[in-house]
């Protein structure tokens, strides 16, 4: 099984520990790849992380937003694109 998902995520929030950090990239791509292992010593036999992966999301993300939006408002605010070097 697969399993792929994009979102916006905040610019800025607060880590585990309580400190503000601020999104280089707030559009990301979250896939994830399962399977089934029947070699684990199991009578039934279990599914196996095959893959996971976060990355930005490539392209025009807010495009497959379904709601309105405008580049002035909501999106400019909440989309950030650039990578920080």
Do not use: C
């Not at 998902?5 to 999104?23: F, K």
């Not at 199991?42 to 999301?57: D, I, N, Q, S």
């Not at 490539?58 to 999106?75: C, D, I, S």
């Amino acid at each position: 099984m697969t399993f792929e998902t994009e979102m916006i995520v905040p610019l800025r929030v607060l880590d585990d520990p309580g400190q503000e950090a601020t999104a280089s990239i707030t559009s990301l791509r979250y896939s994830l790849a399962l399977g089934y292992r029947t070699d684990n010593n199991h009578k039934t036999g279990g599914l196996e992380l095959l893959r996971e992966e976060l990355t930005h999301a490539k392209g025009e993300p807010v495009k497959h937003l379904l709601f309105p939006h405008t580049a002035l408002t909501w999106r400019n605010s909440a989309a950030r694109k650039k990578k920080r070097r």
